[in-house]
């Protein structure tokens, strides 16, 4: 303020706080001679030049843009929550009277991008009281993401290419285990490992569309089209995803 530094953080310093937070906020203290006087903020990247927004504001009036513009996604996010576990628990009360296990994996994805979005929401710091706990439901629940899709789509497709998913299910999860105890060995931290399960999570898309293609030239799709334009949407969102991310 008027030229003069009032306030800093480096995440790196913050004891028990992860390196690569995924938000934070300075409290700098006003007194009458600041009437007037230009303020500055000055952002140093960590290692991506990605920014996400920087909100300035005076007491709690700062939380007022940020709820007005990201109240809806959280709405969002907990109906999707509620919708996953909704499906999950139908797929128990109709087990005996049709094949529930698809209705179960939808159900399961469902809920996990719910947990994804609101862990990665812009009001996460309201929602999760410590930023760890933000950090570990976002990554666990992107890392697992293709695993579930995976098991989703192969019984949608009645196992028949069930040895490839099984093993782009299992890569997935052995590298969602190796990237967990890197980070509480403090080796590598979560945030590092990601590109690891980022290019398993490629893998699974590119398998899955090579399952649907196979089923294209032998009219097999017929029996799931509907789903299977719903999966082509969803792989499309991800590779989006993976896109803005790099």
Same mark, same amino acid.
């Given at each position: 303020?008027?030229?003069?530094?009032?306030?800093?953080?480096?995440?790196?310093? #913050?004891?028990?706080?992860?390196?690569?937070?995924?938000?934070?906020?300075?409290?700098?203290?006003?007194?009458?001679?600041?009437?007037?006087?230009?303020?500055?903020?000055?952002?140093?990247?960590?290692?991506?030049?990605?920014? &996400?927004?920087?909100?300035?504001?005076?007491?709690?009036?700062?939380?007022?843009?940020?709820?007005?513009?990201?109240?809806?996604?959280?709405? /969002?996010?907990?109906?999707?929550?509620?919708?996953?576990?909704?499906?999950?628990?139908?797929?128990?009360?109709?087990?005996?009277?049709?094949?529930?296990?698809?209705?179960? /994996?939808?159900?399961?994805?469902? %809920?996990?991008?719910?947990?994804?979005?609101?862990?990665?929401?812009?009001?996460?710091?309201? @929602?999760?009281?410590?930023?760890?706990?933000?950090?570990?439901?976002?990554?666990?629940?992107?890392?697992?993401?293709?695993?579930?899709?995976? %098991?989703?789509?192969?019984?949608?497709?009645?196992?028949?290419?069930?040895?490839?998913?099984?093993?782009?299910?299992?890569?997935?999860?052995?590298?969602?285990?190796?990237?967990?105890?890197?980070?509480?060995?403090?080796?590598? &931290? #979560?945030?590092?490992?990601?590109?690891?399960?980022?290019?398993?999570?490629?893998?699974? @898309?590119?398998?899955?569309?090579?399952?649907? /293609?196979?089923? %294209?030239?032998?009219?097999?799709?017929?029996?799931?089209?509907?789903?299977? @334009?719903?999966?082509?949407?969803? %792989?499309?969102?991800?590779? @989006?995803?993976?896109?803005?991310?790099?």
């Amino acid at each position: 303020i008027a030229g003069k530094l009032r306030s800093s953080y480096i995440s790196g310093e #913050l004891p028990n706080k992860d390196y690569y937070l995924p938000s934070a906020y300075v409290v700098v203290e006003l007194h009458d001679d600041d009437a007037g006087q230009e303020v500055e903020i000055h952002v140093k990247n960590k290692s991506t030049p990605v920014l &996400n927004g920087v909100t300035l504001g005076y007491g709690a009036n700062v939380w007022s843009p940020v709820l007005h513009h990201y109240l809806i996604q959280v709405f /969002f996010a907990v109906d999707t929550i509620i919708l996953g576990c909704l499906t999950a628990i139908l797929c128990f009360l109709i087990r005996k009277k049709v094949e529930s296990r698809p209705i179960l /994996f939808l159900g399961l994805l469902i %809920m996990v991008v719910g947990i994804w979005v609101l862990s990665e929401s812009n009001l996460r710091q309201l @929602i999760f009281h410590r930023p760890s706990l933000s950090t570990y439901f976002s990554f666990l629940s992107l890392e697992s993401m293709a695993a579930l899709a995976c %098991m989703y789509f192969d019984r949608v497709q009645k196992k028949r290419y069930h040895l490839t998913y099984l093993i782009v299910e299992s890569c997935i999860l052995g590298q969602l285990l190796v990237n967990l105890s890197l980070h509480f060995c403090r080796t590598a &931290n #979560l945030y590092e490992s990601l590109v690891f399960s980022h290019f398993w999570s490629g893998i699974a @898309i590119i398998a899955a569309l090579t399952c649907l /293609f196979r089923d %294209m030239k032998s009219h097999k799709i017929e029996e799931y089209r509907m789903v299977a @334009i719903g999966f082509l949407l969803f %792989m499309a969102m991800c590779l @989006i995803e993976l896109v803005q991310f790099y």
